[in-house]
T-cell receptor, first 114, second 111 residues
Framework: DTAVSQTPKYLVTQMGNDKSIKCEQN?????MYWYKQDSKKFLKIMFS???????INETVPNRFSPKSPDKAHLNLHINSLELGDSAVYFC?????????????FGEGSWLTVV | DQQVKQNSPSLSVQEGRISILNCDYT??????FLWYKKYPAEGPTFLIS?????DKNEDGRFTVFLNKSAKHLSLHIVPSQPGDSAVYFC??????????FGAGTRLTVKP
């Protein structure tokens, strides 16, 4: 009964490939996010969706495209992968957008681009 | 622009002693602060939070202190236990805006 689940957990792929990471939450939350933990260990927001609509889109290359088929899912597609995309990607959800509520994170997806 | 900073990448304490993790922020608009705990190969999990109208919030062994004038908050764990060994992330948000995280502090509690 995992609250926020993301797949795959580990992904090793070659430069130039296109890959997707899937995320699902069963908490009934309205808002979902993608975070990237970079090499310096900072957790940085990439995207935020509220009721399937894009709310926050930080400065992320166009190669990254989130897709939210419904409120419970937010998938991350990455085209033309580059070495610098290697990171841990965390999906998360919250009841509302940041208004003092806590965020529930998935376990992370370790992406390695070789 | 790292608006939330955890200047100590690691901290080691003896079991039973106090652990103090520090966090500084630069954005005076932040009004909600949280601490997350992260074990290896897992996502961060919420630990404790504090609103800017308070200067202290306690939950069992965990206490968060907020000093708004210094733009500083700290997490105290008393007494520290080996199971507390993890990475602790400080986070802050301003109403209606996204949350900013620090880089984390790795706490090791030695038996």
């Amino acid at each position: 009964d995992t609250a926020v689940s993301q797949t795959p957990k580990y992904l090793v792929t070659q430069m130039g490939n296109d890959k997707s990471i899937k995320c699902e939450q069963n908490l009934g939350h309205d808002t979902m996010y993608w975070y990237k933990q970079d090499s310096k260990k900072f957790l940085k927001i990439m995207f935020s969706y509220n009721n399937k609509e894009l709310i926050i889109n930080e400065t992320v290359p166009n190669r990254f495209s989130p897709k939210s088929p419904d409120k419970a899912h937010l998938n991350l597609h990455i085209n033309s992968l580059e070495l610098g995309d290697s990171a841990v990607y965390f999906c998360a959800s919250s009841q509302v957008l940041y208004s003092g509520n806590t965020i529930y994170f998935g376990e992370g997806s370790w992406l390695t681009v070789v | 622009d790292q608006q939330v900073k955890q200047n100590s990448p690691s901290l080691s304490v003896q079991e039973g002693r106090i652990s103090i993790l520090n966090c500084d922020y630069t954005n005076s608009m932040f009004d909600y602060f949280l601490w997350y705990k992260k074990y290896p190969a897992e996502g961060p999990t919420f630990l404790i939070s504090i609103s800017s109208i308070k200067d202290k919030n306690e939950d069992g062994r965990f206490t968060v202190f907020l000093n708004k004038s210094a733009k500083h908050l700290s997490l105290h764990i008393v007494p520290s236990q080996p199971g507390d060994s993890a990475v602790y992330f400080c986070a802050a948000s301003a109403k209606g805006n996204d949350m900013r995280f620090g880089a984390g502090t790795r706490l090791t509690v030695k038996p």
